[in-house]
Nanobody, 115 residues
Framework: VQLQASGGGLVQPGGSLRLSCAAS????????VGWFRQAPGKQRELVAL???????VYADSVKGRFTISRENVRNTVFLQMNSLKPEDTAVYYC??????????WGQGTQSPSSA
């Protein structure tokens, strides 16, 4: 499975941005798909994930501002980011964890950058 992340860019604090993660194969039958981020000098952290059953988990820092969703037909996961803060600036990665030996990461997308 290959994951292609997109949607990063410049945005004003308080603005919105949507990231997309498109997979080359089925990623919703088992496991989860998540968004992680890594800011300079910090460890990579979970932002949000959605399980095969549709359950979602969010980091406390983004609850109420970010929403993860998926489009099964297109094998795509989205991260809608609202009320963006400067501390949200990081490289964002999508990840598909589908069990043993099924752990895939997409390339990072820089998002968001304060305008």
């Amino acid at each position: 499975v290959q994951l292609q992340a997109s949607g990063g860019g410049l945005v004003q604090p308080g603005g919105s941005l949507r990231l997309s993660c498109a997979a080359s194969g089925s990623i919703f039958s088992i496991g989860y798909v998540g968004w992680f981020r890594q800011a300079p000098g910090k460890q990579r952290e979970l932002v949000a994930l959605i399980t095969s059953g549709g359950s979602t988990v969010y980091a406390d820092s983004v609850k109420g501002r970010f929403t993860i969703s998926r489009e099964n037909v297109r094998n795509t996961v989205f991260l809608q980011m609202n009320s963006l803060k400067p501390e949200d600036t990081a490289v964002y990665y999508c990840r598909y964890q589908g069990g043993v030996n099924r752990d895939y990461w997409g390339q990072g997308t820089q998002s968001p950058s304060s305008a």
